[in-house]
């Protein structure tokens, strides 16, 4: 378990609230998700349902009830634990009212699993400008952690979570929308794993190394800017790309680029492919392999912290349904996509091939990623 | 309180935006009905678009201005 994973639910019931679309509430749908992912050890599944409604013809309520069933047995757990199982659930509450053209949306996320629960209360506003052609948004959450350990009841650590955002949509051309997302998120309390370990060098070790508890700063700040882009083209179809570049106050510094093609297919079918690249440097405490025990104030041997580079080839197919025949139902889709991860890390090294401590050979994984999903919009 | 400071200064630069109201629209709302195709949409399915992002910040160090979210789960 790591904090930014609980950071990002600050805003999505928010997203599900359709909070970045100004001056129209989001239509009423429902949604029942699908999700699996494979990859280093670790399946990930679960379901995901969204439930949105509109009333008295100016508020949105959504509801959401989302669960991570975890099967773990990455490198990390195969080299200092054992393999385990968890189920992580979260339910998310949200209320979109409208008033001109601002719209307030309101949201509340409680998280919980056997040594983690975050609440997260959010608060977003949004405003279209010159005739519609730009929104602008801001937004703020606040979150409350409690972080346990399985086994040790005396443990019992806090952390504390803002985010900061800015969003800015803009249509240029009758065929192109462009945006910029700015993000700030601060962390207090405690960051790191309480299980995860980082390694050292140890002569008395019939391996070379031993290994001691990670230890992080008690803070964060990170910074993160974003532009896109999505083009309707002279036929029926839609590219898109994304740029964003992320830095923080523990030394790592990330690039994500992506680029995406949406092609509709007769009247049901809507095809669509992608590709994202993301590289990431290390953060100041990170090591593989740390020179002796206590190298230094801050110690960390989390690969997600870690020098690395990882691509994504994703494809999907949309298909609406013919009519039910209910009055209710006014379309339905059925969605699969598939997207295929490939993760190489620079200096995190395999400790299970074998080898000199420090030599051994570095790390990587590919992963699958599949989201089945049934959509109802009423 | 850095991060508190610079969302004041791009809420004062866009509130003195507003005030230039009179701004004529260069794309027309007749010229517009792209934009109300499906295929334009950045965040056609919610549900889907939070739950790809969870994967990425579940298993990389940067985080935020994604423009969707995604969630957490025990993924070491």
Redesign the interface.
């Known amino acids: 378990m790591n904090l930014p994973q609980r950071l990002v639910w600050a805003t999505a019931a928010l997203v599900m609230a359709g909070a970045v679309q100004a001056a129209v509430l989001p239509d009423d749908r429902a949604d029942v998700l699908y999700h699996r992912y494979e990859g280093g050890g670790v399946t990930v599944d679960g379901p995901s349902l969204l439930l949105r409604k509109k009333f008295a013809e100016k508020y949105s309520v959504s509801a959401n009830y989302y669960v991570d069933m975890v099967s773990s047995a990455s490198i990390d757990v195969m080299t200092t634990a054992s393999p385990y199982t968890e189920e992580r659930t979260q339910g998310s509450l949200a209320l979109d009212t409208l008033h001109g053209k601002t719209q307030y949306s309101l949201s509340y996320t409680l998280s919980d699993e056997s040594d983690y629960t975050a609440n997260t209360a959010s608060l977003d506003v949004s405003h279209d400008l010159f005739g519609d052609l730009t929104t602008v948004s801001f937004g703020f959450s606040q979150g409350w952690d409690e972080v346990r350990k399985n086994g040790d009841n005396e443990f019992e650590e806090t952390v504390d979570r803002r985010n900061y955002r800015f969003s800015l949509q803009q249509i240029l051309t009758p065929q192109l929308m462009t945006g910029l997302n700015y993000e700030v998120i601060t962390d207090e309390g405690f960051l790191n794993n309480p299980y995860r370990s980082v390694r050292y060098l140890d002569d008395s070790s019939a391996r070379g190394f031993s290994f001691e508890p990670e230890v992080y700063p008690s803070t964060r700040t990170s910074n993160a800017i974003a532009l896109n882009a999505r083009y309707y083209l002279p036929y029926r179809a839609a590219i898109h790309g994304e740029y964003r570049f992320y830095t923080d106050t523990w030394g790592i510094d990330a690039n994500t680029a992506s680029i995406g093609y949406t092609h509709p297919w007769g009247k049901r079918w809507i095809f669509e492919a992608g590709y994202r690249w993301y590289d990431q440097s290390s953060a100041d405490f990170y090591s593989d392999l740390f020179p002796r025990a206590n190298a230094q104030n801050f110690l960390a041997r989390d690969k997600e912290l870690s020098t690395f580079t990882s691509q994504m080839f994703s494809l999907g197919a949309t298909y609406e349904l013919p009519s039910l025949g209910w009055d209710r139902i006014l379309r339905s889709t059925v969605n699969l996509y598939y997207d295929h991860i490939q993760f190489r890390y620079d200096d995190f090294r395999d400790i299970t091939a074998g080898g000199a401590p420090g030599t051994e050979e570095l790390y990587g994984f590919d992963a699958n990623v599949f989201r089945l999903f049934v959509s109802g919009w009423f | 309180m850095r ?2 400071i ?2 004041a200064w ?2 004062c630069a ?1 509130t003195g ?2 005030g ?2 009179n ?5 027309k ?1 007749y ?2 009905q ?2 109300a ?4 949409s ?2 056609r ?32």
Do not use: K, Q
């Not at chain 2, 195709?37 to 334009?40: F, Q």
């Open positions: 991060a508190m610079r969302l791009v809420a866009v935006a507003t230039c109201s701004v004529e629209p260069w794309v709302p010229e517009r792209h934009f195709d499906i295929i334009m950045a965040e399915d919610p549900v889907s678009g939070s739950y790809l992002n969870h994967v990425f910040e579940a298993r990389e160090g940067a985080r935020g201005a994604s423009g969707s979210h995604g969630g957490g789960c025990g993924c070491n």
